[in-house]
DNA sequence: CTTTAAACCTGGTCGC
DNA sequence: TGCGACCAGGTTTAAA
């Protein structure tokens, strides 16, 4: 369940310990993540890790000759342990920076571990991926401008990476709350002041949740492997049938694009 | 073009 | 205790 917030947390964990490293061994234990991990992440020995950064929710570490691009999928998870540390039988690929390994565990292997020697933004993947949402050309004027004669009911339309990214179900329902909107309402429909509200909810649910250190993931580890959990106190999210934390009305579940969407009848509107 | 749904995978939970 | 059914999550791909 790793949304925006936690693969940022996961970027921040990890960085300090791998900048200005040189990767000195790359193993593989199960090749076939979301797709097959490409042959070229051998030629990863022997290249410094100049930098990491976060697009989406995919995870960018430039080496030198090319760029290792990491998806956490929905039950993925990096963290920085000893080489001799045991190995679980979801742990899949490991990267070592001499005394330290960087591994991946990933339960349910819908993550992605690829690479390109290319820049990074002109991959696939990537190429046509939306505005980011901490970004301040993320604002109520450009969500206004950008919902204009679409039909799609705006929490779908938060959900589209392709419009913006990073916004995943939880904090698409949790976003919607906060805003006071009615997920079914058409994102054409949206007056300005409500996609002002709207932005502004999506990045402040985004930072709370940055802030605490990561929260969807219900098995969340911090990547020092120290438990990192942290469960946001969701007012939507997960909540069917309990009292909606500001009116009392009991939070309604209905399913929206094959996924689960909570709101509050009362306090949301369309 | 847009919209919808299936697929990928595993572990946890529920009812019987 | 076992077993089947179903759900969660993000994203791509295929189909309508």
Redesign the pocket.
């Known amino acids: ?3 925006l917030p936690e693969v940022e947390t996961t970027c921040r964990g990890i960085s300090p310990h791998l900048i200005g490293q040189t990767i000195t061994a790359v193993r593989i234990f199960h090749p ?1 993540l ?2 097959p991990i490409p042959d070229e992440v051998h030629t990863l020995v022997g290249r410094t890790i100049r930098s990491i950064t976060r697009r ?3 995870l960018l570490m430039d080496c030198e000759t090319g760029h290792l691009i990491v ?5 993925g998870s990096l963290r920085i342990v000893a080489p001799d540390a045991p190995r679980g ?2 742990d899949h690929v490991e990267i070592q920076v001499g005394a330290q390994v960087l591994r991946l565990r990933d ?4 993550g992605a571990v690829l690479w390109t020697e290319q820049p990074p933004h002109t991959h ?3 190429a ?2 939306g505005v980011e949402p901490l970004d301040a050309a993320f604002d109520g004027a450009s969500l206004y401008a950008q919902t204009r004669k ?4 705006i929490k ?1 339309f938060v ?1 589209d ?2 419009r913006v ?2 916004v ?4 698409a329902s949790e976003s919607l709350f906060l805003a006071g909107i009615d997920p079914r309402t058409r994102a054409g429909k949206l007056s300005a002041a409500r996609c002002e509200r709207l932005a502004k909810a999506i990045k402040s649910v985004l930072r709370a949740a940055i802030s605490a250190g990561g929260s ?1 993931l219900r ?1 969340f580890v911090g990547s020092d492997g120290a438990s990192g959990y942290f469960q946001l106190n969701y007012r939507a ?2 909540r069917a049938g309990a009292p909606c934390r500001t009116c009392g009305q009991l939070i309604r ?1 209905i ?1 929206m ?4 969407t909570f709101f509050c009848s009362k306090c949301q509107t369309r």
């Open positions: 369940m790793p949304e076939r979301r797709w989406a929710k995919y998806h956490l999928g929905m039950s039988k979801h339960p349910r292997r819908f696939p993947l990537l046509h991926l679409v039909n799609t009911p779908l959900m990476a392709k990214v990073g995943g179900n939880i904090y969807s098995d999210y997960d579940r399913v694009g094959q996924r689960s």
